[in-house]
């Protein structure tokens, strides 16, 4: 194997993607050492070396702090050699669009490059002209179509119905596709023959369009040519029909939709729920469906063995607002299946989104719920309570403030108490609560702690990255005036300053973990990682012993016995017990365990 192609896979080990850096850790563990081509510190240098996903990392970030985030480098790396940087930049460039002049854009526009017209066209987005629009349809170049397209969609009701109509005839499907969409915005003044033509279209995207735009049409809505499609060849094609014709309320779209409630796999019954979740046309909700269903089928929908399929029943039934069966749900709130508890809460707490809680419900069964053996039941009805304009006692709160409460939590910090924006601070340290957390310590305002946030921002989770970053947009504005110039270096040119410096060893470890290789250097490299100051590294290296049996050795059970007890992270601990249930069962504690 050449130096290329090792390289190649070193840079994929380091990637973003399980998958991908299963495969490359595969290959690359088939090397060996020693005399091998790849010694574990040549990887590692290899990984300093590719800063590849913390340029990304800073992109994530710059695209939640909208007008703090400088123009001028973004056209710079829009030109970088490395298309995952240029895709970041264009990225960034969209999400900031709105906060800059148009007229700032608009002098970009003449670029030679179709890569900086395409981040021109997605940032004016609504500001751009027709005729800017319309010249861009036409381009030769495929991706500033497709950022025309997507203008065209954000427009909406700007185009005539005849420009409208005149894409229709566009070669590219996208472009037709968009202007349907645009036409299904037009109400009473919708064309339905140019509509009914693109039922037949060649593309089947351009078909789902025209399926929706007549289901915007309301009582003009052609049910007889939307029943032929019914049969049609396609499946998505028959669902989008069923769907349009069941919002009208038609008998035989909704006996099929039935059908889909009771089909025998749970995957089906829950992918019917998500064909339905979707919307439909412009003012059409997918869930007002719901409406004309018989009630009865999505209560029992909320006792489904499959809890996808509870949870999303829980939001059909939630969309029927003051008309959703209350007291069925609260009497289902104290069902001994916990399945049909969670899905039954979760629809009382969105149905707190539209109705007010405390003059529908009575809040004791609430209360109740909270001394459930269930963590998870706990967890749903401290969600619920936050949507009573009924204050609770916080002293009758504080007895259920668990270390994986965050809901609860929520509650408490929101009325002062440190008490639970501590248990938000440790949650943040989580691999599969920190999104809930950061979520959150934004409703704390200035309150908000903005050391632990920016601690937060280090993260291999990019999801809690761009989470964190939206919180510090909102909590602590004055901050990021001063964070942005490192990460505008970072991204355009891939020197890591202090703020992303933890990153880097946690994508090292990460991408070591992957290798399963037990060979003597890449041991101490773990053994040694259990000791770094930032909790994903420890946890990483945790997984990558976890690989090792039976090579794992004294002094790295030591350390990992030890981490059963780590003081920042329940991810950390919770990881050391599985290993070392592996490595020694008889090490983990049950205690530790639960």
């Known amino acids: 194997m050449s130096h290329d192609q090792i390289e190649h896979l070193a840079h994929a080990l380091y990637s973003p993607g399980d998958e991908r850096r299963r495969k490359a850790a595969k290959e690359l563990s088939q090397l060996g050492e020693p005399g091998g081509q790849l010694p574990v510190a040549s990887l590692v240098q290899m990984m300093l070396y590719d800063t590849t996903?913390?340029?990304?990392?800073?992109?994530?970030?710059?695209?939640?702090?909208?007008?703090?985030?400088?123009?001028?480098?973004?056209?710079?790396?829009?030109?970088?050699?490395?298309?995952?940087?240029?895709?970041?930049?264009?990225?960034?460039?969209?999400?900031?669009?709105?906060?800059?002049?148009?007229?700032?854009?608009?002098s970009h526009l003449t670029d030679a490059d179709p890569i900086?017209?395409?981040?021109?066209?997605?940032?004016?987005?609504?500001?751009?002209?027709?005729?800017?629009?319309?010249?861009?349809?036409?381009?030769?170049?495929?991706?500033?179509?497709?950022?025309?397209?997507?203008?065209?969609?954000?427009?909406?009701?700007?185009?005539?119905?005849?420009?409208?109509?005149?894409?229709?005839?566009?070669?590219?499907?996208?472009?037709?596709?968009?202007?349907?969409?645009?036409?299904?915005?037009?109400?009473?003044?919708?064309?339905?023959?140019?509509?009914?033509?693109?039922?037949?279209?060649?593309?089947?995207?351009?078909?789902?369009?025209?399926?929706?735009?007549?289901?915007?049409s309301g009582e003009r809505?052609?049910?007889?040519?939307?029943?032929?499609?019914?049969?049609?060849?396609?499946?998505?094609?028959?669902?989008?029909?069923?769907?349009?014709?069941?919002?009208?309320?038609?008998?035989?779209?909704?006996?099929?939709?039935?059908?889909?409630?009771?089909?025998?796999?749970?995957?089906?019954?829950?992918?019917?729920?998500v064909w339905l979740s979707r919307s439909i046309g412009i003012g059409v909700a997918g869930n007002e469906i719901a409406s004309y269903l018989p009630i009865e089928e999505l209560l029992h929908l909320l006792k489904d063995t499959w809890w996808p399929v509870g949870h999303m029943a829980a939001g059909m039934i939630a969309s029927l607002g003051k008309n959703a069966p209350i007291a069925e749900l609260i009497t289902l709130v104290s069902s001994p299946l916990p399945r049909a508890r969670w899905a039954a809460l979760s629809a009382l707490a969105w149905l707190g989104d539209a109705i007010p809680l405390s003059q529908s419900i009575p809040i004791e069964p609430v209360?109740?719920?909270?001394?459930?053996?269930?963590?998870?039941?706990?967890?749903?009805?401290?969600?619920?309570l936050s949507y009573f304009e009924t204050r609770v006692p916080?002293?009758?709160?504080?007895?259920?403030?668990?270390?994986?409460?965050?809901?609860?939590?929520?509650?408490?910090?929101?009325?002062?108490?440190?008490?639970?924006?501590?248990?938000?601070?440790?949650?943040?340290?989580?691999?599969?609560?920190?999104?809930?957390?950061?979520?959150?310590?934004?409703?704390?305002?200035?309150?908000?702690p903005a050391e632990a946030l920016l601690a937060a921002l280090n993260t291999s989770?990019?999801?809690?990255?761009?989470?964190?970053?939206?919180?510090?947009?909102?909590?602590?504005?004055?901050?990021?005036?001063?964070?942005?110039?490192?990460?505008?270096?970072?991204?355009?040119?891939?020197?890591?300053?202090?703020l992303l410096k933890p990153l880097q060893e946690i994508l090292i470890a990460q991408a070591l973990a992957a290798l399963r290789h037990p060979h003597p250097t890449l041991l101490a490299w773990f053994e040694h990682a259990l000791d770094a100051p930032h909790w994903e590294v420890r946890m990483w290296a945790?997984?990558?012993?976890?690989?090792?049996?039976?090579?794992?050795?004294?002094?790295?059970?030591?350390?990992?016995?030890?981490?059963?007890?780590?003081?920042?992270?329940?991810?950390?601990r919770h990881v050391a017990c599985r290993v070392l249930e592996t490595l020694v069962p008889a090490t983990a504690t049950n205690d530790h365990h639960q």
């Open 367 to 384: 209360l109740i719920a909270l001394e459930a053996e269930d963590v998870e039941t706990r967890r749903s009805a401290a969600e619920l």
């Open 221 to 273: 809505m052609p049910r007889t040519e939307l029943r032929a499609l019914l049969d049609d060849a396609d499946p998505s094609i028959c669902r989008e029909a069923t769907k349009a014709l069941a919002s009208g309320g038609d008998p035989a779209a909704l006996a099929i939709i039935v059908d889909w409630l009771h089909a025998d796999h749970e995957w089906d019954r829950e992918n019917a729920l």
């Open 542 to 572: 945790i997984y990558g012993l976890g690989q090792m049996a039976p090579h794992v050795f004294e002094p790295a059970l030591e350390k990992l016995q030890r981490l059963l007890d780590d003081p920042e992270s329940a991810s950390v």
């Open 53 to 106: 996903r913390l340029r990304m990392a800073a992109a994530d970030i710059l695209r939640e702090w909208r007008e703090y985030t400088p123009i001028e480098p973004l056209f710079l790396a829009l030109h970088d050699p490395n298309a995952r940087v240029r895709s970041a930049a264009q990225w960034v460039i969209m999400d900031v669009g709105e906060y800059v002049p148009p007229e700032i854009w608009l």
């Open 461 to 498: 989770d990019i999801s809690v990255c761009q989470s964190v970053a939206s919180v510090l947009y909102k909590t602590h504005p004055e901050l990021l005036s001063e964070l942005v110039p490192e990460l505008v270096e970072t991204l355009c040119t891939g020197e890591v300053g202090p």
């Open 116 to 216: 900086v017209r395409e981040a021109v066209l997605y940032a004016l987005g609504t500001r751009a002209t027709i005729n800017l629009v319309q010249e861009a349809i036409d381009a030769p170049e495929e991706g500033v179509r497709e950022a025309a397209a997507y203008v065209v969609s954000q427009l909406q009701g700007q185009f005539s119905a005849e420009s409208l109509m005149g894409m229709m005839q566009a070669n590219d499907a996208r472009i037709r596709a968009a202007a349907i969409d645009a036409l299904g915005n037009l109400g009473d003044q919708i064309p339905l023959e140019p509509l009914l033509e693109a039922l037949y279209d060649t593309d089947t995207n351009v078909r789902l369009a025209a399926i929706r735009a007549l289901a915007s």
């Open 394 to 448: 916080v002293d009758r709160l504080l007895p259920f403030l668990e270390e994986d409460n965050v809901e609860i939590a929520s509650i408490i910090a929101k009325r002062g108490r440190q008490e639970g924006i501590d248990i938000l601070v440790a949650n943040l340290r989580t691999r599969d609560r920190a999104n809930s957390a950061a979520a959150a310590l934004g409703e704390l305002g200035k309150q908000a």
